[in-house]
């Protein structure tokens, strides 16, 4: 059977090969000259003491290739796509598995060695390319310190390997429920979105309860490290949340919503004293998930698609096992 699996499936097989390589070779190259310039550029900044400067001016790697690494987001999806969508729905939708089943090779075995083998070709796919794009981004990672917020989030350690785990499944079982190609593709394509963008939106941000600091106007607070701000913003003495300012303002706040002691500032006059006081009853807040729950997220968001394509998996089983072909 795992023979058979090879003959049928190499080509997908020597596709997706040769894309890692060219990737990997992509990726080595612009990856080891960010590097290099990244370190060079600390080295200045500790002789000159002009850190700031340098990190609003310092271009790591080029627009394309950064454009590529954001667009390995979609490639979970390909596996399921062109690996797990025609791999059962073609062999039912060609009558090609009840041949296989006649050759002595029992339904549970013909699902198991084929899905198994393509499981595991897509997990180990989507780790791989997970662990190119993780260490191409450590500089960008190390100055922007954005790698907790979504879209960068999903394109770097171990939540790609559960994605594409998921994708897999879910072709897979559209293929044995619809058994036609083409629907199942269709049917892939929408769920693998659709439960992606549900997680992201509303389930990731709630994985563990978020953190909220407030602070006096006067006194900003910022987290350390590569947190991920959820919300942010500044309560009038009344605890009311206070409108976003547009216009003229003192310290973020609009001059609509300014104290009395505060109106000749809507003249463009400095505040005075009596209205620096008065804005000391204002508070600001920012609400973030810390920088140290990276990880802790990558664990529990792996699990949940692990644990989809484990019920997919054995809708699968059942839906192949049990029905007339």
């Known amino acids: 059977m795992t023979w058979l699996v090879w003959r049928l499936h190499r080509t997908q097989l020597y596709i997706a090969a040769a894309l890692l390589a060219a990737l990997t070779i992509l990726l080595l190259v612009t990856g080891l000259q960010m590097a290099s310039q990244y370190h060079s550029a600390l080295a200045a900044c500790g002789a000159s003491h002009s850190c700031a400067t340098l990190a609003s001016t310092l271009f790591l790697g080029s627009h394309a290739v950064g454009f590529l690494v954001i667009m390995t987001l979609g490639v979970p999806a390909l596996f399921g ?82 994605y594409a785990l998921f994708a897999m499944a879910l072709g897979l079982c559209a293929g044995a429920l619809l058994r036609r190609s083409v629907p199942a593709l269709a049917v892939t394509l929408a769920g693998f979105i659709v439960v992606r963008a549900v997680v992201t939106i509303w389930l990731r941000p709630h994985y563990l309860s978020a953190i909220t600091v407030t602070y006096k106007l006067f006194s900003p607070f910022t987290p350390t490290g590569s947190y991920w701000q959820l919300a942010q913003g500044i309560r009038n003495p009344a605890g009311q949340l206070v409108p976003a300012a547009n216009g003229l303002a003192i310290d973020g706040i609009p001059v609509g919503s300014l104290p009395a002691a505060c109106a000749a500032a809507a003249d463009g006059v400095r505040p005075t004293a009596s209205c620096r006081q008065a804005l000391g009853a204002f508070h600001g807040f920012i609400t973030y998930q810390p920088a140290n729950r990276y990880w802790a997220f990558q664990g529990i968001e792996f699990g949940i698609f692990a644990a989809l394509a484990a019920l997919l998996i054995a809708v699968t089983a059942v839906v192949v096992l049990r029905r007339d072909v």
Do not use: C, H, Y
């Open 81 to 162: 796509l062109f690996w797990g969508a025609p791999l059962v729905a073609s062999e039912l939708e060609t009558g090609t598995s009840q041949f296989a089943w006649m050759q002595s090779v029992t339904r549970k075995r013909w699902l198991a060695v084929t899905a198994g083998e393509m499981l595991l070709a897509a997990a180990a796919w989507g780790g791989a390319v997970s662990a190119l794009v993780t260490w191409w981004s450590g500089p960008d990672n190390a100055l922007q310190l954005d790698q907790f917020k979504p879209g960068r989030f999903d394109i770097m350690g171990i939540v790609p390997v559960g």
